[in-house]
């Protein structure tokens, strides 16, 4: 009996959940041309990018349906997600996280770890879950460090910026390696294969 409230309960969560809003703002391919033609002219953009609005937003719900996070439950969630260039993710860098350099994603999580559930679902509460910014600069240089296609690294960065917005940390070798593991699972669920020669400071 009890196995069956919880198995009730899991498949209340999975329905909740299916429903993520994803605001993406291109401040990348929309307004830097001359960064858009040097990248045109290193590699096909038609396959690489941009990615479209209907992926993001693909990526993200099916991660949120199969992480199932100790989050409040709510019908509706949202994230926002930009697409930047190294000088302004440095600024951001410089602002929030006292490293004055470029990075390839940082991740401001509006939740905290560990946040009790809501007791009662209101079918109008929608959850903002914050805002993940990446930069296409770095992105394209790890890339090709890395040997794969600047879409891949775009994924690998983007289900990193999530797992932090849903409270995943990597504080130490052993959670960064249990993190780099989730990483790795997510984007094979949506496709994407990647070796594992990922190291930290990707």
């Avoid at 038609?46 to 949120?64: A, G």
């Avoid at 775009?154 to 130490?172: E, T």
Wanted: aromatic residues 12%; contains cysteine; hydrophobic residues 40%.
């Amino acid at each position: 009996m009890r196995s069956a409230i919880k198995s009730y309960f899991l498949a209340e969560r999975r329905i909740l959940r299916l429903y993520l809003e994803v605001n993406i703002q291109d401040c990348f391919w929309s307004s830097s041309p001359s960064e858009v033609k040097k990248f045109k002219v290193q590699d096909d953009r038609d396959n690489f990018c941009p990615i479209s609005s209907q992926n993001w937003e693909y990526w993200f719900r099916k991660w949120l349906e199969i992480l199932q996070p100790d989050i409040p439950v709510a019908q509706n969630y949202e994230l926002s997600l930009r697409l930047t260039d190294d000088s302004e993710i440095q600024t951001l860098n410089s602002q929030y996280r006292y490293q004055n350099q470029p990075t390839d994603v940082l991740a401001f999580a509006t939740l905290e770890v560990n946040v009790p559930q809501l007791k009662i679902v209101d079918s109008d509460i929608q959850i903002y879950l914050g805002d993940i910014v990446i930069s296409i600069e770095t992105a394209f240089r790890q890339a090709k460090k890395q040997g794969h296609p600047l879409t891949t690294e775009l994924a690998w960065l983007a289900a990193h910026g999530f797992l932090h917005l849903l409270g995943w940390d990597h504080v130490d070798e052993e959670s960064w390696q249990k993190m780099v593991k989730q990483q790795l699972f997510l984007l094979h669920a949506v496709g994407i294969t990647i070796g594992e020669q990922i190291t930290p400071d990707n």
